[in-house]
Every structure is written in C-alpha cells, then in structure tokens.
C-alpha cells in the first residue's frame, strides 16, 4: 500500500521568500505523484502532477516539485511566495497501471503567507 | 462547464437521521470517488466506482452506502447519521480511457450530525 507523509501541518513564509512544502512516499513501485491546493470553502485542484519522464515538473501559479526516487520524496517549492498562495497543500500519490485510480492523500500543509 | 457539482452543500443532521448526498459530473468519466476531510488527516477515500453499476469500498466505508446507477451520477448515502460523520465530503471523477491520473474534485459538502 502507498502512503504519504507531509512534514509540516503549518508552514509560515514571509511574502517573497521561498516556498518549500515537504512530501516524502512510501510505495513499493515508482508511483504517480500529486501536489493539489485547497483554497478556503473550495475543493481540491490540481497545481502539478509526476507520472513518467522528467523528474522536476512545472505546474501552475509559479510551483514546482521534483521527485527524487532515491530521497521517496516530492518536494514542492516556489521561488516568491505571493500572499494568493496562502492555501492548504496535499501532496498524493496512486500506483500506475491499476484498476483502482484512487489517490491517497497526506494531512496536509496550510501555507500562510506574511506581508 | 459545470464539472463535477455536489448537493447539498451544507447539511445539519440529528443523530440517527438518514441522508444522500449526490455527485454529478459532465466530463462522461468512468470513474468516481467519494472522500472525506478531517482536520489533520487529509482526504480519506470512502467507496469508488470504476463505471455505471459498479462500486467498491475504500478505506473508510463503514456507516456509508453508494450507488452508481446512472454513469454521471454517484451518491453517497447514511442510513443512520453519528457525530463521527461530521466531516466534509468531496466527491471527485476521473478518465478511463486516458489514465492522466488526475482527479477532478467538486467544492464539497459540508454535514453535521448533532
């Protein structure tokens, strides 16, 4: 079974610093992996997702994240924080190539981002 | 384009009530999910389908019933509301054909049972 373990349930940036939202995997085979955002009384929606190829992958709104296969890890950064950031963050991850699609999610990390 | 649509969005039970949310999507995907969110422990996977007819448990099934009779529609019922199912609900959907893997969530319901 996959798991994901967010460290950090609350981050504080000042706007303009650097984000860095940690995400770490246990999965016995290479997994598919997500970064979705929550912003207040909103579902979820997608910010960046892994699933073969390049490592470092681009999503939108500035974020980043890159899976290190050797660290279990896909780390979400982004070079300025903007005080639109301010959300909670869900790293997730699914097994490729199986029936069932479903996500598991981490706790989650609610950014808040200072002026 | 309406996506994935949930209803109600906010619901007050008493202990013992019954209620059906519903999930709709207009995306023709095959899959759908149910989810809950509890303060600390992110979105936890209720039941799923994997198409019209079909349904299976997730993690945290017990207390819930789903069907799946119409393949945009996927309902999540409690026969028999407890304090322990104040949460939110988040039903989602995806592709078949095209295994992107994403998920495309609604905006939620928000149920308490008092």
């Known amino acids: 079974a996959q798991s994901v373990t967010q460290l950090g349930s609350h981050v504080s940036v000042s706007e303009g610093a650097l984000v860095l939202l940690r995400c770490n995997y246990s999965s016995s085979v290479p997994p598919y992996l997500f970064w979705y955002v929550q912003y207040p009384n909103q579902g979820l929606q997608l910010l960046l997702k892994?699933?073969?190829?390049?490592?470092l992958v681009k999503g939108i709104n500035g974020f980043e994240a890159e899976f290190k296969k050797s660290e279990t890890s896909f780390h979400l950064t982004k070079p300025s924080a903007h005080m639109s950031d301010a959300a909670e963050y869900f790293c997730?991850?699914?097994?490729?190539?199986?029936?069932?699609?479903?996500?598991?999610f981490g706790s989650g990390t609610r950014l808040q981002v200072q002026p | 384009n309406a996506g994935v649509t949930q209803t109600p969005k906010f619901r007050v039970l008493k202990t013992g009530q019954s209620m059906t949310l519903l999930c709709a999507q207009d995306?023709?995907?095959?899959?759908m999910y149910w989810y809950r969110q509890d303060p600390g422990m992110g979105l936890r996977l209720i039941h799923y389908?994997?198409?019209?007819?079909?349904?299976a448990k997730g993690e945290v099934p017990d207390g819930y019933n789903v069907s799946r009779l119409k393949k945009q529609n996927f309902l999540l019922g409690l026969e028999s509301a407890a304090p322990s199912q104040t949460s939110v609900y988040f039903c989602?959907?995806?592709?078949?054909?095209?295994?992107?893997?994403?998920?495309?969530f609604g905006e939620g319901s928000r149920l308490t049972v008092l």
């Open positions: 389908s994997v198409g019209e007819g079909t349904t």
């Open positions: 997730a991850v699914r097994k490729p190539n199986t029936g069932r699609r479903a996500l598991t």
């Open positions: 989602a959907s995806s592709y078949q054909t095209a295994d992107t893997g994403e998920l495309f």
């Open positions: 892994y699933t073969t190829g390049a490592t």
């Open positions: 995306m023709n995907h095959e899959y």
